[in-house]
């Protein structure tokens, strides 16, 4: 019996319906007993140089996404004289190219078209500069581009992840290193090492977060001293400033959006508080407010654009658990009734947050709807997995895979429940954090 073909709307409906993703604009054939991706082509246009062909494979790997299955396309990069006339495109269509990009060099910079092969029809076209950054930011600002078109997505290329990184030395201290890295990275590819950044490459630093500005972005992280861990702030040309000294343990900060508050946790005789860090609307002086004042530990909090505060504490019992601070009532809700849970992230876009939870021997991803007061478990595989951090639109959320002998950061893809991993197994990597969709390149100066 022949195969079943239907029309589907590709690139990610066959999940549109859980988190509320847009289809694409393009329909293809496809067998229905296969999941195969879209094929899509690059032209290079007109005398070819290095710059250009570099930047087109730079594409190519983000589009390709090749440790994901069913999430991506299938690119093929190839050079033409000229764009091809109408006959020519739809020959590309009869070798198996629904869509094809064309791209140039242009008096700014670059140039590209998007081509439905089938009709002969450009979809979409822009002109872009961008000529004083690395060919590979350049491909993340067209990757970007090209993504709400082929997916019907927002594209989250540009964005970065800032995470703790290990660093064993003979005869040394053990250190952790902040470094930044692309969500699309793929430690196996020849182009990994151009990818992944230090940013700070000294000191006892940990648990990096960034600041919600997205003109300045900057990021802050705790650090180890002889008489406490303070909290430090540095931006991406590495400039670091001291943000909070007080005695004990100063860390796991949250920004607010305005960037005039920061919720974050000091530590005080044996237990941890939630203290917010303002500018007084009258005296514009810096003021100090403690949040929770009970007997348990209150940690990783998350600072909502209205006010409200999401964060874990073990004031009802001895496990943690997600708690969430009406900042107009100044009532404290207990989100999960039971088991061992922790690091809360928000996303206000989806109106979701993902936790983790102790699940049958290991820790899960679990995602819980503020409006639907519902809770869905996401993970389920071996290793615990912590540190969750949503990506700015919302349909993928990184977080930590320790198995013991490896510590890696994972993407998770929600449409399509695949993981794919960002850092090399050969890592011992922690605390991710997920930037936000910025104004500026992020670009470690």
């Known amino acids: 019996m022949k195969a079943l073909v239907v029309m589907v709307v590709f690139l990610l409906c066959i999940n549109v319906n859980k988190i509320g993703a847009k289809p694409s604009i393009f329909t293809i054939q496809s067998n229905a007993h296969q999941e195969k991706k879209m094929p899509l082509m690059i032209g290079l246009i007109g005398d070819q140089d290095k710059d250009l062909a570099t930047f087109a494979n730079y594409v190519k790997l983000m589009l390709d996404r090749k440790n994901q299955k069913t999430s991506g396309f299938e ?19 009869q070798q198996g190219y629904p869509l094809a990009v064309f791209v140039n060099r242009s008096d700014v910079g670059f140039e590209w078209r998007m081509y439905d092969t089938r009709y002969a029809s450009m979809v979409s076209g822009k002109k872009f500069s961008q000529v004083n950054v690395p060919l590979k930011v350049r491909a993340e600002y067209l990757s970007d581009q090209l993504w709400p078109i082929l997916t019907g997505q927002e594209g989250y290329f540009s964005s970065r992840i800032a995470y703790c990184k290990e660093i064993r030395e003979p005869g040394k ?91 974050y946790c000091l530590s005080r005789n044996g237990k941890s508080q939630l203290y917010l860090y303002e500018l007084d609307s009258v005296t514009h002086e810096p003021v100090l407010k403690q949040i929770t004042q009970n007997n348990g530990n209150n940690f990783s909090p998350v600072l909502r654009d209205n006010g409200d505060i999401v964060f874990c504490s073990d004031f009802q019992g001895k496990s943690p658990q997600i708690c969430y601070y009406h900042a107009f009532t100044q009532q404290v809700e207990v989100l999960t009734k039971d088991g061992y849970c922790t690091s809360p992230s928000i996303c206000e876009k989806m109106s979701k947050i993902a936790y983790s939870k102790f699940i049958d021997g290991a820790m899960q ?5 503020l409006k639907e007061k519902t809770h869905q478990q996401v993970t389920f595989d071996v290793g615990n997995k912590e540190e969750c951090t949503w990506s700015p639109c919302g349909n993928y959320v990184a977080y930590v895979v320790d198995t013991g ?41």
């Not at 764009?83 to 739809?90: D, E, F, R, S």
């Not at 990275?185 to 648990?207: H, I, N």
């Not at 998770?412 to 954090?433: F, G, H, K, Q, V």
């Open 75 to 93: 690119v093929t990069v190839k050079s033409f004289d000229k764009v091809p006339g109408k006959n020519a495109i739809k020959k590309i269509f």
């Open 173 to 263: 201290k053990t250190q952790k290193h902040i470094c930044l890295v692309p969500p699309y990275a793929d430690p196996s590819s020849e182009y990994y090492p151009l990818f992944s950044e230090s940013l700070v490459s000294k000191g006892r630093t940990f648990a990096p977060r960034w600041n919600k500005d997205l003109t300045h972005p900057l990021i802050l992280y705790s650090e180890g001293t002889p008489s406490n861990v303070r909290l430090m702030s540095i931006s991406l040309n590495k400039q670091r400033k001291l943000v909070s000294n007080f005695e004990g343990l100063n860390i796991l900060p949250s920004y607010s959006a305005d960037g005039n508050k920061v919720v």
């Open 365 to 369: 991803i679990f995602l819980y709807d």
């Open 405 to 445: 002998g490896a510590s890696r950061i994972a993407v998770m893809n929600l449409l399509t429940d695949e993981r794919s991993y960002i850092t090399p197994a050969s890592e011992r990597c922690s605390y991710p954090s997920w930037s936000p969709k910025c104004n500026v390149p992020l670009i470690v100066v």
